[in-house]
């Protein structure tokens, strides 16, 4: 089975382009960051004609969060149990939503941003990871991934120059700590030992050509579903060119193949 992540920064005016990564990698379950959009407004046309279904949580222009699969799509969960929420009035944001796809339960998320260190949105972000760490512990015996855009730089090697990030966020000690905190609970980051490199560069001055970029973007196994993996790669050349995400789709093999349901 093949899965990927993918912070898509609007998949309205990306659409094209999912579509055509699902056809080029043959790709079985697609989790999506940043979506942009209410459930009613995607253009899913395309997708069901290639035989996927689609679970989505979002909101005009901000968030969104969705999974795309062809192994199916059962027992969907809009937000993980405790997730605190944000703004006025207090909210929980649509940047969780999981699913059992091909047997294993998948969760795409979009970690907040935080903004910078000491404002209410890192607050709001290091209690979000935190109540996700709580949340998880029930998932952990049984084939799960935690899977998206983290806005965790989770070491020095993961970003283009740390000496710029010095009073950012993603890089802080309590941002590191979180993410190192799952890893202490006994779930295995499955990515980096077979894609090295980043996943996000931004559009200023030329970052993606001159590979000045960040790697946030991540998928966290359980052990009994990190002992499937088979290789994962980084789909740089979808960051190329016009129109592109500012992120580029992380894939991820798994020994096995689930039959459609």
Same mark, same amino acid.
């Given at each position: ?46 997708? @069901? *004609? $290639? ?6 949580? #979002? /909101?005009?222009? +901000? ?6 699969? !062809? ?21 929980? @944001? *649509? $940047? ?6 091909? #047997? /294993?339960?998948? +969760? ?6 935080? !903004? ?23 998932? $952990? ?6 899977? #998206? ?113």
């Amino acid at each position: 089975m093949r899965i990927a992540t993918w912070n898509v920064n609007s998949l309205r005016s990306r659409i094209d382009r999912v579509e055509a990564l699902l056809d080029r990698h043959e790709i079985d379950v697609l989790a999506l960051q940043e979506t942009k959009a209410r459930e009613d407004q995607l253009p899913l046309m395309g997708l @069901e *004609a $290639r035989g996927y279904d689609v679970a989505a949580v #979002g /909101v005009d222009q +901000w968030n969104g969060v969705a999974l795309i699969s !062809r192994v199916g799509l059962d027992d969907v969960e809009v937000g993980f149990p405790g997730m605190p929420g944000w703004g006025d009035p207090v909210a929980p @944001e *649509a $940047r969780a939503i999981g699913a059992i796809c091909g #047997g /294993v339960r998948i +969760w795409s998320l979009y970690v907040p941003n935080g !903004r910078k260190p000491g404002d209410p949105h890192y607050v709001y972000k290091l209690d979000w990871l935190a109540r996700l760490r709580d949340a998880a512990r029930a998932w $952990r015996d049984t084939p799960t991934a935690l899977v #998206g855009d983290w806005n965790i730089c989770p070491t020095d090697d993961d970003v283009f120059d740390v000496t710029r990030f010095l009073t950012s966020t993603h890089v802080t000690p309590p941002e590191r700590a979180a993410f190192q905190a799952f890893l202490d609970d006994g779930w295995l980051e499955v990515t980096r030992a077979h894609a090295p490199g980043f996943t996000y560069w931004d559009y200023y001055r030329q970052r993606f050509e001159r590979d000045r970029g960040l790697k946030i973007d991540f998928v966290v196994a359980t052990p009994a579903l990190a002992e499937r993996v088979t290789g994962a790669f980084i789909d740089r050349e979808e960051r190329a060119g016009q129109g592109a995400s500012d992120h580029a789709p992380v894939v991820v093999d798994l020994e096995g193949r689930a039959d459609a349901t």
